[in-house]
C-alpha cells in the first residue's frame, strides 16, 4: 500500500503540488500483514508466512516487536482502539436516548456478522488460541471487554437500570454469542436474536 502526499514546494515565489508516493516501512507493513492473516488464520499463523506477506526480513520483525508474541499484542491493541471507537461511534449516531443507542449496538452487529470475510470475535479467538494464562495479549482482551462492559453499563445507568451492572453483564455475553454465531452459523441472522434479547435486558 502507498500513501500519497501533497507537499508545498516555493517555486520562484509561488506555490506548486507534488504528489509524492511514500511507500510504508517494515514496521508498517508487518502491521498490515498481521492484522488480515492473524484475523483470517488466527494467531497460530506462521512466522514465515507474515514475513512473506509483509516483504520483510525476519529482523525487522525482531527490531519492531521482539518477537511474534509482541506483534501480535500491538495487533490486538489496535483492533481494540478501532473496535472501542466504533461501538462509541455507532452509539452516537443513534442520539441520545439510552435505549436507542444500546439498540443500536446490535443493528450494527448485524451489518458486522453479514460482511465479507467475517471470522468471529478476534479477542475471543486470540483467548482460546494462546493457552498460557501469561500470554500479554490476554491483558489487551481483558482491557477490551471491560472498556466495552464500562460503555453499555453507562448507557443502562442513563435509562435508571435497577442493575446496570449485571445489565451489562448480559449484554456483553449477547454481543460475544452474536459474534459466535455469526462466524459458525452464518444465514442464521443471531444480531436479530440477540437483539430482541437485548430489549428485554433493557428494559427488565
Keep these: 500500500m502507498y500513501i500519497d502526499r501533497l507537499i508545498y514546494l516555493s517555486i520562484h ?6 504528489s509524492v508516493r511514500t511507500r510504508p516501512g517494515p514496521r508498517e507493513r508487518l502491521l498490515e500483514a ?20 509483509a516483504n520483510v526480513a525476519r529482523r525487522s520483525l525482531y527490531e519492531h516487536f521482539g518477537g511474534k508474541d509482541g506483534l501480535i499484542v500491538e495487533v490486538l491493541r489496535s483492533a481494540a482502539a478501532a473496535d472501542a471507537a466504533d461501538y462509541r461511534r455507532t452509539m452516537d449516531d ?4 439510552p435505549r436507542e443507542r444500546l ?4 443493528d450494527r452487529l448485524g451489518e ?3 460482511m465479507p470475510g467475517f471470522h468471529g470475535c478476534r479477542y475471543l479467538a486470540a483467548d482460546l488460541a494462546l493457552t498460557d494464562p501469561g500470554h500479554p495479549a490476554h491483558e489487551i ?10 460503555l453499555l453499563e453507562r448507557e443502562l445507568v442513563a435509562l435508571g437500570h435497577p442493575r446496570p451492572g449485571r445489565g451489562a453483564d448480559q449484554l456483553l455475553l449477547l454481543i460475544d454469542g452474536t459474534l459466535a454465531a455469526g462466524a459458525t ?11 430482541e434479547l437485548a430489549e428485554h435486558v433493557i428494559a427488565p
Design 185 to 195: 452459523r452464518p444465514g442464521t441472522d443471531p444480531a436479530t436474536a440477540a437483539r
Design 94 to 97: 443513534a442520539g441520545d436516548n
Design 141 to 150: 482482551t481483558r482491557d477490551y471487554r471491560r472498556h466495552v462492559h464500562d
Design 34 to 53: 498481521a492484522h488480515q492473516l492473524i484475523y483470517s488464520q488466527g494467531v497460530n499463523v506462521g512466522v514465515d508466512t507474515l514475513l512473506k506477506a
Design 103 to 106: 439498540l443500536a449496538v446490535f
Design 112 to 114: 458486522i456478522t453479514a
Design 13 to 18: 515565489g509561488s506555490l506548486a503540488f507534488m
